[in-house]
């Protein structure tokens, strides 16, 4: 099976236990009384947030590796977790403000997480926009690689930023030392949400990846302009 | 007297719906580029 359609199979997956995810979410999973239904958004917003920063630190690692290899498949491979994880941070980035409405009474505040969560995703397209500008593909590489790595450096301030700066982001409750701070129904929808997010970001990736590769193969005979 | 629970469905229904359309969607895109590539 080509690598094309082995990641349409596992995005298919994804797709159908994201809708078995928000059938628990919503029908099987209690309501948090002080929040009420709009609490319910943390299932999707903070799996993308963890697989929005994940995707960056890969594309920083790949980009790293692929600076001492110029192994083409490393680079290839970070395009594709940086498209991926734009996708992850723009779920962040819209789920963010609905859920804040009406929990803080303000779809947006300029303090650390958000503004560099902001800067994150900002960091992605500027990727993406320097990757689609160079048309030159081991400079593109080189280039992109360095920026990429940039955007690695970012995100530990973003997951530190609730200890470092006042806030009205709350403190992880999942990610934290010690036991989560959530009941047991709601960490199991949770870890639920956090393993199909995985899924699709697997799932993405691959597809992405096989776009690459296909592009560069007509890239090389002249077919299609750079990718 | 217990306190209520706030009602606002309405932002929960609009972020599952957006994040169900985003990622639809980018899935749906990368199908179609990988078609247009793969078109003789």
Known sequence: MSMLRVGRWITAIGLVLLAGVYLRALSFTPVEQSQGLAQKIFYLHVPAAIWAETAMILVGLASIFYLFTKDPRLDRFAASSAEVGTVFCAIVLTTGPIWGKPI???WWTWDARLTLTLFLFLLYLGYLLLRSAVPDPAMRARYAAVLGICGMCEVPFIHLSVYMFPTLHPMPIVLQPGRPK???????TWLLSLG????LYVGFVVQRYALSYLREQ????????HA | MPESVPQNATYMIAAYILVGVILT???????LRARRCLRP
């Not at chain 1, 959530?182 to 199991?188: C, R």
């Not at chain 1, 199909?196 to 899924?199: E, K, L, M, S």
């Open chain 1, 104 to 106: 803080w009474g303000t």
């Open chain 1, 182 to 188: 959530l009941p047991g129904s709601m960490l199991t």
């Open chain 1, 196 to 199: 199909v997010f995985t899924v």
């Open chain 1, 218 to 225: 007509l890239e090389a005979a002249g077919e299609v302009g």
């Open chain 2, 25 to 31: 969607g980018y899935a749906l895109s990368l199908y």
